[in-house]
Structure formats: structure tokens, C-alpha cells
């Protein structure tokens, strides 16, 4: 099994940043993406970004050019620096491991942690 820990959640103002961080342990296959997903309510969840162990990433469209995410710590640890957070960045935020990279048939769930952008 794996394990996700997560923290940096909070509320900030229009503009403002947080960093978001989550730590993997378990049984890690090295070959995986670790990402941010996030649920609004009422809304389904949405994949925000990812990066997998070999460096590819992906991001929604509407955080492109606001949000960074990466790897460190032996791959085990993912970051999400937020920048210029919107009201509409709102949301739980979930980590996820994905195992394997390209196509994950395995997926781990951390218990998600809220980020408030107040207007």
C-alpha cells in the first residue's frame, strides 16, 4: 500500500500564494506520476497538475503559467507552488500517486487538505 500525507493547505487573498507539499510512503513503484487533483463543491474532481517519475508534467489550463509543481526527496515528495491565486482556485486538494507512468491502473488518494482564496 501506499501512503499520502499532505500539508499547506489554508486561506490566503486574491493574488496571494500557498505551497502545497505531499509525502509518499509505502510500497513505490518507480516508475509513476504523483499530481494535485481538486474538487470544488458541486463540481467534479479536476486534475490541477502532475509530474511523473521521469519528468514529464501536465497542468490544467487554468492554472498554466500561476502554478509549479515538482519532485523531490528520491521522487517521493510532490510540491505545488500556487501563485496569483483566484477565488476560482478554491477547492479540496487531493495528492495522488499513479502507478504505472504512462497509463496508471493503480491510484492512491491523500485525504486532501483546503485551500481558501478569499475575494
Known amino acids: 500500500q501506499v501512503q499520502l500525507v499532505e500539508s499547506g493547505g489554508g486561506l490566503v487573498q486574491t493574488g496571494g500564494s500557498l505551497r502545497l507539499s505531499c509525502s509518499a510512503s509505502?510500497?513505490?513503484?518507480?516508475?509513476?506520476?504523483m499530481g494535485w487533483y481538486r474538487q470544488a463543491p458541486g463540481k467534479q474532481r479536476e486534475l490541477v497538475a502532475r509530474?511523473?517519475?521521469?519528468?514529464?508534467?501536465n497542468y490544467a489550463d487554468s492554472v498554466k503559467g500561476r502554478f509549479i509543481i515538482s519532485r523531490d526527496n528520491g521522487q517521493k515528495t510532490v510540491h505545488l507552488q500556487m501563485n496569483s491565486l483566484k477565488p476560482e482556485d478554491t477547492a479540496v486538494y487531493y495528492c495522488?500517486?499513479?502507478?504505472?507512468?504512462?497509463?496508471?491502473?493503480?491510484?492512491?488518494w491523500g485525504q486532501g487538505t483546503q485551500v481558501t482564496v478569499s475575494s
Open positions: 495522488n500517486l499513479g502507478t504505472p507512468w504512462p497509463t496508471p491502473t493503480r491510484n492512491f
Open positions: 509505502g510500497q513505490i513503484f518507480s516508475i509513476n506520476v
Open positions: 509530474i511523473s517519475s521521469t519528468g514529464t508534467t
